[in-house]
């Protein structure tokens, strides 16, 4: 899974920092095909951060095309793993 990240970011350029794959690979084991805010993406880090840092990392994901993002119900952003760039199933 990882190494599908790493290929469409090298397509495109992008890198990501050493923290940045950690957060990656904490989402994966965590939560690989389900969706999550950025509460639960603070507990996966196990991080006291800022919603607003956390947001800022979770956009950059996006950006990336590694997460999708949407609303919620309650109006709330959530994210998911790119099944499009991520190939790999846990099952």
Excluded: C
Excluded at 19 to 33: A, T
Excluded at 47 to 62: D, E, H, P, R, V
Excluded at 65 to 75: D, E, G, T, V
Aim: proline residues 1%; glycine residues 4%; aromatic residues 14%.
């Amino acid at each position: 899974m990882l190494e599908e990240i790493k290929k469409e970011l090298f397509k495109s350029g992008e890198t990501l920092s050493s923290s940045d794959w950690v957060y990656i690979k904490k989402i994966i084991v965590h939560n690989p095909e389900d969706f999550f805010n950025y509460r639960m993406f603070l507990k996966y880090i196990g991080s006291n951060m800022s919603k607003q840092g956390a947001l800022k990392i979770l956009n950059k994901f996006t950006e990336y095309n590694i997460l999708n993002k949407s609303k919620n119900k309650r109006n709330e952003t959530i994210f998911k793993l790119n099944e499009n760039m991520i190939t790999y199933k846990y099952h």
